[in-house]
């Protein structure tokens, strides 16, 4: 059984084939730059890589180059050799609680969600449509980013706007990064050698995009993103949490568009507003006391310990933290850095295991301590071919 999994974004497609007899892949790679002259292609498969550069129109032109590359390395000698294509789909709305076959009728309410999520969904309806034209027979799966967070009680989901705002413009927390928490929740489970349903954890996701989730019992109860991925943690490009005000003093007193703010807040603040830079591998080699680059580590460490503060308030206690995403995963240095001065709340991290290279997810908190640390590397593309399989076997079942 071969799954495709494809997160498309505005300008790019990323992909991934997997086995899903071993669970192992087959082929990954991305298209990017679509509809600009000399996108760039990169393929991996086996142990060779390849690199090549073409114009690229649309994202209907990218999968016909996606399926040749997949024929030619003879991954696929027939399209109908897949049994699905998983898609990666950043916002469901209060439509989607879980992973859904893509039928013409889901497209329509996913069309519906656009103003959503103006950058994200149209690409991934692209995509989507895309494969239709190529297989009308091939089965589809929508996964949600925000599925996830459909757990999330109503005091901690809704914001303290007028109530209309919530039942006919569907302005709440939705929260992100949904396919990551529910790889990461089941990874910790097995780390920790508990049922996932009595499994409490906070799962720290930090990349360029970055949030926080406070997950009880295998399912989320807060999470830092909010109605889009703006709210929330410092990121790469993205501001997180500020007064809102500052929005209305940028437009009336300084002649800011509405373009313009949220351009800047999108795409200027965050790690890049504050030392010009959002490489996080950058900014640890250029800190120093008193420069700019220490000041945005700073605001960005200051920012995840008062969410992790939060979110052992109202977990009560948490069997562990867990450290994910780009830099989770591969910086020592922020993970140490973030967990300093915790002690009060019995969280003790073991330096040495910290520092320590592996290949596998490991612990690295001090023997004994009552909250276990934990990196764990993501793999939202293995849990999005996971959903896609368990639907359509479900559908199945159901039949």
């Known amino acids: 059984m071969k799954i495709l999994v494809i997160n498309a974004g505005s300008s790019s497609l990323k992909f991934k084939l997997f086995k899903m007899l071993d669970e192992s892949v087959l082929c990954l790679g991305q298209i990017e730059s679509i509809g ?19 114009d690229v129109l649309d994202h209907e032109h990218a999968f016909h180059i996606l399926f040749d590359l997949l024929f030619e390395e003879g991954l696929l000698v027939d399209i109908n050799e897949l049994y699905a294509v998983g898609h990666r789909v950043v916002h469901g709305g209060d439509l989607f609680s879980k992973a859904t076959k893509v039928s013409d009728e889901m497209i329509s309410q996913l069309k519906e969600l656009i103003p959503l999520a103006p950058l994200h969904n149209p690409s991934n309806i692209a995509g989507i449509s895309a494969v ?5 027979s091939l089965a589809q799966v929508a996964v949600f980013d925000t599925a996830f967070h459909h757990s999330i009680p109503d005091y901690a989901s809704r914001y303290a706007l007028p109530s209309k705002l919530y039942f006919e413009d569907k302005i709440q927390r939705y929260g992100f990064h949904g396919s990551s928490y529910a790889y990461v929740s089941k990874q910790a489970s097995k ?3 508990k049922p996932l349903e009595e499994t ?3 799962s720290l996701h930090l990349g360029n995009g970055a949030s926080a989730c406070a997950i009880k019992n295998g399912r989320s109860i807060d999470t830092s993103m909010g109605m889009t991925p703006l709210e929330g943690l410092v990121m790469g490009t993205r501001s997180g949490d500020i007064d809102p005000s500052i929005i209305f003093y940028l437009s009336e007193q300084k ?13 200027q603040s965050g790690l890049l507003g504050l030392c010009g830079d959002n490489d996080m591998r950058l900014i640890l080699a250029k800190a120093q006391k008193g420069n700019e680059y220490q000041l945005a580590l700073d605001i960005y460490v200051y920012r995840i310990k008062k969410y992790i503060g939060a979110y052992l308030a109202i977990l ?11 830099i989770g995963e591969n910086s020592s240095e922020i993970r140490e850095q973030v967990l300093q001065g915790l002690e009060g709340l019995n969280i003790y991290f073991d330096p040495v295991k910290n520092r320590e290279v592996k290949d596998e997810d490991f612990f690295f908190n001090m023997p004994g301590a009552s909250i276990n640390l934990m990196v764990i590397k993501t793999d939202e593309e293995l849990e999005i071919a996971l959903q896609t399989r368990e639907v359509l076997q479900g559908e199945k079942r159901g039949n």
């Open 191 to 193: 780390l920790l050698d």
């Open 36 to 54: 600009k002259q000399n996108s760039r292609i990169s393929f991996e498969h086996q142990a060779h890589s390849s690199e090549k550069k073409l």
């Open 316 to 326: 009560g206690s948490a069997d562990g933290i867990v450290f994910t995403g780009g």
């Open 200 to 202: 409490t954890i906070i």
């Open 132 to 136: 239709k034209q190529k297989s009308e």
């Open 255 to 267: 002649g800011y568009s509405v373009d313009e703010i949220d351009l800047l807040l999108n795409k």
